[in-house]
C-alpha cells in the first residue's frame, strides 16, 4: 500500500460487480491499486478526494469522435475536443480517420494525425484507420502500426478524400482485415436504397428523413452480417438508428457472428417528432427516426442487442449548417454532453447508472480492445467521472468547450452534472473547466 498516492472515496462507486460505497486507492504509475471498504483507512501521504453521494463512474471511452485536424481543425480540432471530453467525464476518445486532411488511410498520414494530436491531448487519445478504395495494401500496416480498426462507408462520406466502398472492395477489405484479425467498423447505409429515396431538400425535416429511409440500413447490415459469416472478419456497425435492423443483428450474434453495434445520444434524446423546420443542427446521417424507433433502440441497448453508446461528435463550422436540411453538413456535436443526456433518458426509464456506464466506458473500451480502461477494478488506468446524478442544468452552449457551439441540446434541461474527471489519477476537469493536459496517444495493444 506504500505507493498509494490517492484515495477517492464515494458512496456510489461503479465497479463491473454493481455500484457499492468503496474507497478506491490509486499507485504511483496512475493505476487503480485496490478498490476496498468505504470506510478503508487512508494509507498516510495519500491525498483523500471524498465525493461523498457523487457517483465514481469509470471514466468515459468515446470511440466515436470526428476531431478534424489536421486540415479541417476550425470545425474540431484536438486542443478542444479532448478539452470538451475531459468537461463531460470522457477520458479516453478514439479519432475517426476522415475529415481530417489527410485521412488516416496510410501509415505516413497516421503519423501526421499523431504529430498533431500529441501536443494538444487533454484525454488520452487513439485512432481508427479508414479502409478506402485503393488502400487494402495498407489496412496491415496501419494496423501494426496501433489503429484500433477501420472504418468504412457503403455510401458517399460527404467528403471527396474518403470514398466509400462498392460491394467487391467491401468484401476484399473484409478479407484482408480478417486475415489479421482486425475489426471492421461500418457506416451502413446501402446506397441504392438511398438513391431510390426522394431527395427533396428544403427546411423540412421530413423530407429528410424520407431521403434516409430505415431499409438503407437495414439493407447495409444484412450485406454486412452475410460477408461477416463468410469472411469471419469482425464487424461493428457505427451509429444505429433503424431499429428494424435490430432481429438481424441479434440473429448474427446467436449464430454466432462476431457483429457488434452502437448507437448515440442523439438517436436516445431527441426524436424526429421534435425537430423544427430548418433546424439543422439535428442534422446528422443516418437520420434521428421517430419516437417509436426511439423505444425499440432503448429495448436492444436493455436486452444487449446493441453493445456502446458514443458520440459520433461530428462538427463543423456554424456557415456550413445553413437551414437545408439537402445542403446542410450533417453532424451533431455531443461530446461534452452525451453523458447526462444519454444519462437523463435512461433514468426516466428506470435504468441504472450502472447500465450507462457500461454502454460509455466498458463496452467502448471492449470493443477497442483498450484493456487499461473501461472499469474501476485493480490494475486498470485510474480514469474516472464524477456525476452528479440528480442534479439538473440547462443545456448553455457558450459553455461548450467544443470548437463551434452548434448543438442540437440547446436549452435542454439535463440530470447528471460532471463534477470532476481524473485521467491516471489526475484531475483533467473540475466542474466543467478542463484542468490539465496530460492525455497520452494509446494504440491497439497486440496482448
Ligand atoms: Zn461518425
Not at 204 to 233: C, H, K, Q, W
Amino acid at each position: 500500500m506504500s505507493d498509494v498516492r490517492l484515495v477517492l472515496r464515494s458512496r456510489r462507486v461503479l465497479t463491473p460487480e454493481g455500484e457499492r460505497p468503496a474507497t478506491v486507492t490509486v499507485d504511483g504509475e496512475g493505476r487503480i491499486a485496490a478498490v476496498l471498504a468505504y470506510d478503508a483507512e487512508v494509507p498516510s501521504g495519500a491525498a483523500l478526494e471524498d465525493v461523498g453521494e457523487d457517483a465514481l463512474l469509470p471514466g468515459l471511452v468515446d470511440t466515436h469522435v470526428h476531431v478534424n485536424d489536421p486540415g479541417r481543425a476550425e470545425w474540431e480540432g484536438f486542443w478542444t475536443a479532448t478539452r470538451a471530453a475531459a468537461a463531460g467525464g470522457i477520458t479516453t476518445i478514439v479519432d475517426m480517420p476522415l475529415n481530417s486532411l489527410p485521412p488516416t488511410t496510410t501509415a505516413d498520414n497516421l503519423r501526421i494525425k499523431r504529430e498533431v494530436a500529441e501536443p494538444k491531448a487533454h484525454v488520452d487519445v487513439g485512432f481508427w484507420g479508414g479502409a478506402v478504395p485503393g488502400n487494402v495494401a495498407q489496412l496491415r500496416p496501419l494496423h501494426e502500426a496501433g489503429v484500433f480498426g477501420f472504418k468504412c462507408f457503403l455510401s458517399p462520406s460527404g467528403v471527396d478524400e474518403f470514398p466509400e466502398l462498392d460491394r467487391a472492395q467491401l468484401a476484399e477489405a473484409m478479407a484482408e482485415i480478417a486475415s489479421f484479425d482486425g475489426l471492421l467498423i461500418v457506416h451502413a447505409e446501402d446506397p441504392g436504397r438511398l438513391a431510390a429515396a426522394p431527395q427533396k431538400h428544403g427546411p423540412a425535416y421530413a423530407d429528410f428523413l424520407a431521403s434516409r429511409p430505415r431499409s438503407a440500413e437495414n439493407d447495409a447490415i444484412a450485406l454486412l452480417v452475410e460477408l461477416a459469416a463468410r469472411y469471419g472478419t469482425r464487424v461493428h456497425v457505427l451509429h444505429l438508428s433503424s431499429s428494424d435492423a435490430l432481429p438481424q443483428l441479434a440473429k448474427a450474434r446467436a449464430e454466432g457472428l462476431r457483429v457488434t453495434a452502437e448507437t448515440c445520444p442523439h438517436f436516445l434524446t431527441l426524436t424526429a417528432e421534435e425537430v423544427p423546420d430548418g433546424a439543422t443542427e439535428f442534422k446528422c446521417c443516418p437520420p434521428i427516426r421517430e419516437k417509436e424507433n426511439q423505444d425499440a433502440l432503448w429495448q436492444g441497448l436493455a436486452d444487449g442487442t446493441l453493445d456502446c453508446v458514443v458520440s459520433d461528435h461530428s462538427p463543423c463550422t456554424t456557415d456550413l449548417k445553413t437551414p437545408d436540411f439537402g445542403t446542410a453538413w450533417g453532424g451533431i456535436s455531443s461530446l461534452q454532453l452525451g453523458l447526462p443526456a444519454v444519462w437523463t433518458e435512461a433514468r426516466r426509464r428506470g435504468l441504472a447508472l450502472t447500465d450507462v456506464a457500461r454502454w460509455m466506458s466498458e463496452a467502448p473500451a471492449r470493443l477497442a480492445g483498450l484493456q487499461g480502461k473501461g472499469a474501476i477494478a485493480p490494475g486498470r488506468d485510474a480514469d474516472f467521472a464524477v456525476l452528479a446524478p440528480e442534479e439538473t442544468f440547462t443545456v448553455d452552449p457558450a459553455r461548450l468547450h467544443h470548437r463551434n457551439q452548434v448543438t442540437a441540446y440547446a436549452g435542454k434541461t439535463l440530470h447528471g452534472v460532471v463534477r470532476s474527471a481524473w485521467l491516471r489519477g489526475e484531475r483533467v476537469a473540475d466542474h466543467g473547466t478542463p484542468t490539465g493536459k496530460t492525455g497520452r496517444l494509446v494504440e491497439r495493444k497486440t496482448a
